[in-house]
């Protein structure tokens, strides 16, 4: 499967064994019920890099589950399993002193609760949502009704829609959470679903989270781990970066960066073709929670200066198209679709950092904010028109 990737370097595959930066003396402790695993032993693991996994209790389970395990509180967001012969429950622990887990053995990998951790909790989620990618692709990889370029090129789909649909959900503003750096390291089998060699929008993502730890947890070992992954990603798509820049150089002369997607009747629409009206510019994605409210809010906002010379210009990053033109049929400014998702050169021309993000252009396509630096949205549109 093309879209897996191949020789990565030693330090990647094995990302998840990394020594915590310091130990303290803190104590933290994972307790809770396991059941039908009578006479079992229950391992608690630190996954470190230098020597695999390595034991840090252990408990002979009874007929009732109950189990009570301790261990060094790290000083960083450490990554932690618990362990009955090959079924495993992946943890997380910083600054948490105690974790809840119920589970049954039969379905302990994906049927367990946890508490006390919301980091723990999304990795549960992130777990489950990775097992349903995998049997779609395993399914995909089965279909005989399909060539075999079309089996790997709906299984690129799967993963890229996967991919996208994680950054927006659980990873973007949370670039230093522990379930954050889980999630970018996720596997299909041994190889990873993010690439951070030569994907040049996950090597951004990557060197964000690197930013966060940066300022979260300077002098940890997964920091520094992170630091050579951003760096080494960012070298291999310099070329790439390189020419983002040379456009983005070319595009300040006239004041906008430039772009064209379809609407959703097929036509192209170009930003540029609004010159002469002031044009709010909004990243978004309709399928965000609360986009409906925000929605209105903005029909509001467009009927209200339309008629004064406001338009507006959405670029949606939805994965459904078929969801995007549902929603993009009932409004009446210019929506577009970028079929890319935020694996897209506009994300990282932009600088998106957050969805949604919106900018504001003056009629003579002069970008002249965004979001973060305008306070009064209204006020900054009436002085512009």
């Not at 887990?101 to 951790?117: H, N």
């Not at 947890?217 to 983002?244: D, F, H, K, S, W």
């Not at 950092?353 to 904010?369: A, E, H, K, M």
Request: proline share 3%; with cysteine.
């Amino acid at each position: 499967m093309k879209y897996l990737l191949k020789n990565l370097p030693l330090f990647l595959i094995s990302i998840f064994t990394i020594v915590g930066c310091k130990q303290k003396g803190e104590q933290f402790t994972i307790q809770g019920t396991i059941t039908e695993a009578q006479d079992t032993m229950l391992y608690l693991e630190h996954l470190t890099l230098s020597d695999g996994p390595v034991a840090v209790d252990s408990a002979k389970l009874d007929k009732a589950g109950d189990f009570m395990l301790h261990g060094p509180r790290p000083g960083n967001p450490e990554f932690y399993r618990l362990r009955i012969g090959r079924q495993v429950i992946n943890l997380s622990v910083d600054s948490t002193e105690t974790l809840s887990v119920k589970a049954s053995l039969p379905r302990m990998t994906l049927g367990y609760q946890v508490e006390g951790s919301g980091n723990c909790d999304t990795i549960r989620l992130l777990n489950l949502k990775l097992d349903t990618l995998n049997r779609a692709i395993q399914h995909t990889a089965e279909d005989r009704s399909l060539t075999l370029p079309e089996r790997e090129e709906q299984i690129l789909k799967l993963v890229n829609d996967y991919k996208a649909d994680v950054k927006l959900r659980y990873i973007q503003n949370r670039y230093g959470a522990a379930s954050s750096y889980y999630a970018m390291f996720q596997t299909i089998g041994s190889q990873m679903v993010f690439n951070p060699v030569s994907d040049p929008s996950d090597v951004t993502w990557f060197t964000a989270l690197a930013n966060s730890w940066e300022i979260l947890y300077p002098n940890c070992q997964r920091t520094e781990n992170l630091r050579n992954i951003a760096l080494q990603g960012r070298g291999n798509t310099r070329q790439r970066v390189m020419e983002i820049d040379m456009n983005n150089e070319k595009v300040k002369e006239t004041g906008i960066i430039d772009m064209g997607f379809p609407d959703n009747k097929g036509n192209e629409r170009r930003l540029s073709d609004l010159k002469g009206q002031v044009v709010l510019l909004d990243f978004t994605a309709y399928g965000m929670k609360g986009s409906q409210d925000r929605i209105l809010a903005m029909r509001r906002l467009y009927e209200k200066y339309h008629s004064r010379g406001l338009e507006i210009y959405q670029v949606a990053l939805d994965g459904n198209e078929h969801y995007w033109k549902t929603v993009a049929d009932q409004l009446p400014w210019v929506c577009v679709w970028n079929a890319e998702g935020l694996d897209n050169d506009m994300v990282s021309i932009y600088n998106l950092q957050t969805l949604p993000t919106w900018f504001l252009i003056d009629r003579g396509s002069n970008l002249v904010g965004r979001m973060e630096f305008i306070n009064n949205l209204e006020a900054e549109i009436e002085r512009l028109l």
